[in-house]
């Protein structure tokens, strides 16, 4: 919604399309919870803890659905925009679940699940405002940046208190806390 009201457009224009975005992310917390068998999600229960593996599975989902159902009323780059985002984050849960040997693999998948989504968020938000195409290109790369930079922030708070995984109250995904990711 910053993205449309900086390029001259409104909140009402975005506001389906930054629903569709935000109910996606609600959804890949979800699905993630699944995956790591996390029973707390920002301090409280999970998801998975409240109602189950099936319940929330269907509640993800649900959540995906409705995401498409908001986006699909604007015109066909934006769709497209969105739907790039959420292919990219699946890309990018899958390359977790196989544990990153590298660096660079490291934050090609966090860039995949998480940088994805603020790129296009930033990128959308323009695109309804009719900026042209390198405007549209500056916002999704610092929506990049801005993700990645408080996935850093994130990371760095987490080593000074305790582990992630343990914050979270689950196993590290492939025997490994956070602090065990390597380094660039």
Not at 91 to 96: A, K, S, V, W, Y
Not at 147 to 165: D, E, I, N, V, Y
Request: hydrophobic residues 40%.
């Amino acid at each position: 919604m910053l993205s449309a009201e900086a390029f001259g457009g409104t909140t009402e224009e975005a506001v389906n399309a930054a629903l569709a975005v935000e109910l996606v992310h609600a959804a890949s917390l979800v699905h993630d919870d699944i995956l790591d068998q996390g029973i707390k999600r920002r301090g409280t229960q999970s998801a998975l803890e409240r109602f189950g593996p099936e319940a929330a599975l269907l509640a993800g989902d649900w959540l995906i659905s409705r995401s498409i159902e908001l986006i699909s009323h604007y015109r066909q780059p934006v769709i497209a925009a969105f739907s790039a985002a959420c292919m990219d984050m699946a890309e990018g849960e899958l390359m977790d679940l196989s544990a990153a040997s590298s660096a660079d693999d490291y934050y090609n998948c966090i860039s995949k699940k998480t940088a994805s989504l603020f790129s296009a968020s930033a990128k959308i938000g323009a695109m309804l405002s009719g900026a042209d195409d390198q405007d549209g290109g500056d916002v999704c790369s610092f929506g990049h940046q801005v993700s990645r930079t408080g996935f850093w922030a994130q990371k760095k708070g987490a080593r000074a208190a305790r582990p992630l995984s343990q914050e979270r109250g689950l196993p590290s995904r492939a025997g490994r806390s956070l602090d065990q990711i390597p380094q660039r």
